[in-house]
């Protein structure tokens, strides 16, 4: 049977805590029941040789599997997902609208909230950033009421069943924790939670929070 390895952080500040993108890895894995070991970097180990050879931007997570190596949680996810009908429906039909909706989650609806978490996590108190932020504001909520329509009378962006569309739609959805943008459509906020109980997110988050409370314990 084949190791596979992701990297992640040893530590992250507590407002990173839940957030950091090897979650989707492992909430993917936990999912497709699949076993993997973690390689936990230290502060500055992004920036060694080693890891760019994995991931040329310094970030995490990377994926390692018989030789593969990925960076990109979208492109890791996918590639997990493609591997298991838990995550991907098996008509080509679902497996492209799935993919579709990936993407809608990483380029229509992410880039905002993150622009608007870095405001908020950053540079609150620069006269610039009270400026912005009320037009962030407003592209964030546009975009989450687009995406509360579509949702009406659906469990998940296929219909009724889970796939790594609602698992990548739901940590995007888990950044603005900050505001009650998500809460002011009731149907996202029970989307997002419906999906957040699943056993495999549960798993995942707990095994993402592990390595930090075992450092600040050390």
Avoid at 136 to 151: A, D, M, N, T
Avoid at 192 to 205: S, V
Wanted: charged fraction near 30%; include cysteine.
């Amino acid at each position: 049977m084949s190791t596979i390895t992701i990297t992640a952080f040893q530590w992250a500040p507590e407002f990173a805590r839940g957030l950091v993108r090897d979650l989707r890895v492992r909430w993917a894995l936990e999912e497709a029941g699949l076993e993997y070991r973690e390689r936990l970097l230290g502060m500055g180990d992004q920036k060694s040789s080693e890891h760019r050879k994995r991931q040329p931007f310094e970030q995490i997570p990377t994926y390692e599997e018989n030789g593969l190596v990925l960076f990109e949680s979208g492109a890791i996810v996918l590639h997990i997902a493609n591997q298991s009908e838990a995550l991907m429906p098996a008509d080509p039909g679902g497996r492209a609208r799935v993919t579709a909706w990936i993407f809608a989650a990483l380029n229509s609806i992410e880039p905002a909230i993150a622009n608007l978490a870095e405001i908020d996590l950053f540079h609150s108190e620069r006269d610039w950033a009270s400026q912005r932020r009320p037009d962030l504001v407003e592209r964030v909520s546009g975009r989450l009421g687009q995406l509360s329509r579509w949702l009406d009378r659906r469990e998940y962006l296929e219909g009724d069943r889970f796939t790594a569309a609602d698992l990548m739609m739901t940590t995007v959805l888990r950044i603005p924790r900050n505001t009650d943008l998500v809460e002011q459509h009731s149907n996202l906020a029970e989307y997002r939670e419906r999906c957040q109980t699943r056993p495999a997110f549960r798993q995942a988050l707990a095994n993402h929070l592990a390595p930090f409370d075992k450092a600040e314990t050390a």
